[in-house]
């Protein structure tokens, strides 16, 4: 059973998720700090308490943007301590996806908060506790990938994708229409596409064939043209794209 701190300096919010982490069966107790400062405190209880005591705390739901010291200030700090608690950010802003990987977070959690995607998130955190079993997700759509906006999960059409950035653990995906954050590596998407006309162009792209427009050599330089966005080939993947885009009907 999960120990759970929630962290946010907005009271209907931090009721929500209190509510919603209460009810929960893999959580044993959750407790609400209004902001970082009240957060910290309580941890620095739970450090004399010891990983085992009354006082201990197993995973932080924190929210980043709050007055005085933020949720990443004070993710910062929970790294010093010798055995620091997991960490799940809950938050209406996307933009901060990336250096919350930088932060070893366990998840990433955009709000209104759904019930489904803080299950999601807690059931990250049981596993790495060692506090439940290991359950295979699998993705419920080969031609779709669900991303989530604004509480809301959605699912792009794997044809429209035009490339993927590679943002840490993280992947942008872009699209005609827009681009969109998942905690899914490069790599994996590389892996799991790689049958579907998708090919490395850079250590930090993935770009779909049937997209590329023009392949242009300048000054030695090969880069080729996705939509309206130029992009760098590397050296080691020059050959291996001329030769897939020759024999591209």
């Known amino acids: 059973?999960?120990?759970?701190?929630?962290?946010?300096?907005?009271?209907?919010?931090?009721?929500?998720?209190?509510?919603?982490?209460?009810?929960?069966?893999?959580?044993?107790?959750?407790?609400?700090?209004?902001?970082?400062t009240e957060a910290l405190r309580r941890m620095n209880r739970a450090l004399a308490s010891g990983p085992e005591g009354p006082e201990a705390i197993d995973v932080v739901f924190l929210d980043i943007q709050m007055p005085g010291?933020?949720?990443?200030?004070?993710?910062?700090?929970?790294?010093?301590?010798?055995r620091p608690p997991l960490v799940v950010f809950v938050t209406a802003h996307e933009d901060f996806a990336v250096q919350a990987f930088d932060l070893?977070?366990?998840?990433?959690?955009?709000?209104?908060?759904?019930?489904?995607r803080l299950a999601e998130a807690v059931r990250r955190a049981a596993e790495l506790r060692g506090a439940a079993p290991r359950i295979p997700v699998h993705e419920p759509d080969p031609d779709h990938i669900p991303v989530e906006l604004g509480g809301v999960t959605r699912f792009v059409a794997v044809d429209d994708i035009?490339?993927?950035?590679?943002?840490?653990?993280?992947?942008?995906?872009?699209?005609?229409?827009?681009?969109?954050?998942?905690?899914?590596?490069?790599?994996?998407?590389?892996?799991?596409?790689?049958?579907?006309?998708?090919?490395?162009?850079?250590?930090?792209?993935l770009v779909a064939l049937r997209h590329i427009g023009e392949l242009r050599?300048?000054?030695?330089?090969?880069?080729?043209?996705?939509?309206?966005?130029?992009?760098?080939?590397?050296?080691?993947?020059?050959?291996?794209?001329?030769?897939?885009?020759?024999?591209r009907p």
């Open 104 to 116: 070893k977070a366990v998840d990433y959690v955009l709000k209104p908060v759904r019930k489904e």
């Open 217 to 247: 050599l300048d000054a030695g330089t090969v880069s080729v043209l996705v939509g309206s966005e130029e992009l760098q080939v590397s050296r080691r993947h020059t050959r291996e794209l001329r030769d897939l885009l020759m024999r």
């Open 69 to 82: 010291l933020d949720g990443l200030d004070l993710a910062r700090l929970l790294t010093g301590f010798a």
């Open 1 to 36: 059973m999960l120990r759970a701190l929630a962290v946010d300096d907005e009271r209907p919010s931090l009721e929500e998720l209190l509510y919603l982490l209460h009810a929960d069966p893999r959580i044993g107790s959750a407790e609400g700090a209004g902001d970082a």
């Open 162 to 205: 035009t490339h993927v950035e590679a943002q840490g653990d993280y992947a942008r995906l872009h699209t005609v229409k827009g681009s969109h954050l998942i905690r899914i590596p490069l790599s994996t998407l590389e892996e799991r596409w790689r049958t579907r006309g998708f090919v490395r162009i850079h250590r930090r792209h």
